[in-house]
């Protein structure tokens, strides 16, 4: 469980209840704006205070995902840049296929504005729970609870039907993925291909394409050689 920027301590212990009520056991807290360990947080946290106490504390999101194959995140906007959104069974599901025994990444973000586009785009799932229109805005422990619910189903269904795993490897981290568009851009910067002043944009269409391939590793490693192939062959153009 990652709360990213969270601003209220109440927000924080109910959260923290909530992991221990629903079998998670890790909390992660990305840059919070308040003390996660306060006398309100640990009243609303109850059986949750150890979990409390143990939460992590990263600067900034890319950070507290480092180790995890698989991402989800959520999103209330109706404004999200047209990045695909799935029901909770959808991608509840598909994170319970993960082969390793690594941690899967569930994101929620500020209590007042939710992820960015940019945050979003870490995720190889963005969920968003059916709301009034008129008002879509749910309580981030809300939020949290009707989640941890869903994935608990989805578990319980899983091994009544005791389904297989049908995959070989897991999924690039997110730093895999994150080194690769880094370098990337850079070459493509050096080819022409991409300008400063719409490199941001592009790249962000990259990301979301190579996110959408729930790409591997090995397959991250292929791109990376082909990257630096590529210098070579304009390096050596060049001398």
Known sequence: MILVEPAGPINIGSVARLCEN??????RLVSPRCNHNNEEAKRMAVKGKELLANAEVFPCLLDAIYDCPRIIATAGRIEHGGIPLCNPKEALNWSLESYSSAPIALIFGREDRGLTNQELLLAHKVLTLETMSNYPSLNLSHAVAIVLHELRCCESQ????????TFEDDLATPIQINDCLIDAEDLLLQIGFLYEHTATAR??????????AEIRPNEISLIRGVLRQMRWAIGKQNS
């Open 22 to 27: 629903f079998g998670v056991h890790q909390l």
């Open 158 to 165: 899983k091994l009544k039907c005791k389904q297989k795993n």
């Open 203 to 212: 790249m962000s269409k990259i990301r979301a394409l190579i996110q959408r």
